[in-house]
């Protein structure tokens, strides 16, 4: 039976982000790598993308962690810089999209913060997915299975029913567990050929 929905990752497949954050920090008196090293570390990231605080609370606790481990720099302006992207959208990911079954459910399946639905508004995604599972909303994030249980929910299918696409392996390992149909993403021409194989592009050929 041909796939009912596919839920895809946001970063890292469909968004993409500047390599690194050298730039930013070292205008506000910064150490290289210390913004990201900071704010995705778990002690940090783990209350925002699980909902327990919001993104704006995030990026304040990160910004003063930051200025009081490095009081002569300007912290709090580094991290407002490094907030203002929003990352761009890899035009090759959504034309395979754009070459999937029209029925088939396109689910949103993010570990992502309380700013999601802004991001994915201004990037012009809004109306491309019937559906979003983001972690902040779940409470529980990707690997573990609490996260996929309600990212099926979102979906409203049965894991024999998904996909699942990832650029993360271990993610990709955790819903090849439960029973979803998983896919470690490295390009789009191996992306394509999964889809194609399960039977979600149109006409199901490259």
Known sequence: MPPIALLLDFDGVLRRWEADDAAIESRYGLPVGSIRRTAFS?????PAITGQISDGMWRDRVADELQQQHSSSSAREAVAKWS??????????LGVL??????????????????????????????RFHAVA????????????????????????RASEALFVDDSLANVEAAA??????HHFTGCVAFSVFLNEAGALVGNAL
């Open 84 to 93: 203002a992207p929003i990352g761009q959208v890899d035009s090759e990911v």
């Open 42 to 46: 778990p002690e940090f990231l783990l």
């Open 134 to 157: 983001n972690s902040s909303e779940i409470g529980a994030v990707k690997p573990s299975a609490a996260y996929f249980k309600g990212a099926l929910v979102q979906a409203n299918v």
């Open 98 to 127: 754009a070459r999937c079954r029209s029925d088939l459910r396109l689910v949103l399946s993010t570990n992502a913060t309380s700013r999601l639905a802004e991001d994915t508004q201004s990037l012009g995604l809004a109306d």
């Open 177 to 182: 567990a439960l029973g979803i149909r998983s």
